[in-house]
């Protein structure tokens, strides 16, 4: 008992402390502008630093209290008979077909709201792609051209608007295919009919969901695809009766390739998956573990394809290198802004090259590197840039650190609020926690706003635009992208607890997906949302280990 308790102890804190210092690092730089505190000496620094770690441990024992509720709780097991299982198999496609309807039927009146759709994000510079027919890679060409397939549709019939409605509606129907299917997956694992029927409302009602699936960002159909592939290499790996059969393998490797053709940072986190979860199969039969590999070599190699071929067929061009130095030149930019007269005469005429003091002081903002990221000169001489990067950075790394985590900060703080309002906020701007506002396109191929429902549209525009939500205690953590983040990681320390070691491999992409987010221009709901879809899809599973279904891997 002693031991296990300790044990207990020691995963509760593996979740505690860095929530707790998530918290006191957040809170720093909201109020103090620095996770270093206010002062400048040595001195200062070694008191912020201890007052940090006596911060840290302080709120790590409620923080660990609470993980060690949730580590040991639920862990009940549900068997069932070869013929149970067998009539909910038959019976897992009518649940699909039900869940699916009733969360389209439920999405209609925001339809309709919103109707011919939510034409916002980057829906007007995709489209003058599809117009001029001078496609780039900046954004994923398949998401470009299936969009633009819809906008043709539209002006064929005479509107753009009406073809944007049939996106609307043809996007709401993967969608609710998609959430269905994850209801389906639940039910044939035997999770618990209230737990499903609060992820069904969930999928619903919450305003993340129902408008985002009107919305012609990328990050929408992607976020569906991460689901279904997670869930699909789960019951790849996670059980023992299941394996990764001929079946199993082509529907992975079909979503695989649609999920990294929808986001271009998804391959990343997808490469750096693929030795991690092979060591962590280490213990499986040999032949599950080459499967695996098998089908993950070969989904990289038709994306590969697939990739090239859409761009030989389209022409594009290549996208800019500047979403790659995002954080770098948000580094540089505050560097300036913050310390410009502590910088080095000859290093601030070197950085003069690359961010001018012209316009630096006003166009920095700490949490959006776009303003920085379009005018910074980078393409005259790059390895200058890199070195000068480096040299400011050793001058002055407190400041890159505060950059970096700035940037970030919506990912990892749950009571940030600067993701929500980046590009302003209001309902007569359509920023705020979604964007709503209608994009402007060139005359004869406008797409018009008609809402049906005026009143339910001005009743939402309140939660996305006006940020209404924030002030619903706990209720509005659950707009932060940081809980899921969260979640997502008690989700491994608790597997790691309980020795279902096996359970953490669907779960190794999206934390890499999440960490390439870290490099991301800014923090946007849209960025986070599919950890936002398939984290709430992934824990039930803990409360259902239908016939020692999960598997041990030590």
Known sequence: MLVENRRLLFYALLWGIPFAASCVLGWRLVHEGSVFGRGGSAA?????????????????????????????????????????KRQEARRAWQVWLFCSLLIFLFWLPVFFAYYPSVFAYDAEGQLYQVMAKDYSTHHPLVHTLFLG????????????????????????????AAFGWALSFLHRRRVSGWARAVLLLFFALFPANSVLALSTTKDVLFSALVLLYTLCLYRAVCGRDMGIGGKEQAVCIVLGVLMLLFRNNAVYAFVVS?????????????????????MALVTLALYGVCAFSLKAVTHA???????????PLQQMARTRVKAEEKIAPELRQELEKYIPSEWVFAAYNPHLADPVKSRAVIHDDPAGLVRTWIKLGLSQPAIYIDAFLDNSLGLWYLWDTSHAQVYGIGTESGFGYLSTDNRT?????????????PGLRVFLERIVSDNAYSEIPVVRLLFAPALYWWLLFLYMVTAFYRKRYRETLPAVFLAAYCLTLLLSPTVLVRY??????????????????TNGQSENIQ
């Not at 397939?149 to 709401?172: N, P």
Request: net charge positive.
């Open 528 to 545: 986070a949302y599919p950890l936002m879809v398939t984290v709430p899809v992934i824990w039930p599973c803990f409360a259902a280990d």
């Open 44 to 84: 200062a620094y070694a008191g912020s630093f201890l007052l940090f770690l006596l911060e840290t441990a302080v709120l790590s024992v409620p923080a660990a209290g609470a993980a060690a509720i949730v580590i040991c709780g639920g862990k009940g097991k549900r068997t069932a008979d070869e013929a149970a």
């Open 274 to 294: 693929i030795p991690i979860v092979f060591w962590g199969m280490r213990k499986a039969k040999p032949g599950e573990r080459k499967a695996y590999l098998r």
């Open 441 to 453: 396109m060139p005359a004869g191929f406008e797409v018009v706003e008609q809402s049906l429902l």
């Open 149 to 176: 397939a819809f906008f043709r549709l539209g002006i064929a019939a005479g509107s753009s608007s009406t073809g944007m409605a049939v996106h609307s509606a043809v996007q709401m129907a993967l969608m609710a």
């Open 317 to 327: 061009q290549n996208g800019s290198p500047r979403e790659m130095l995002s954080v």
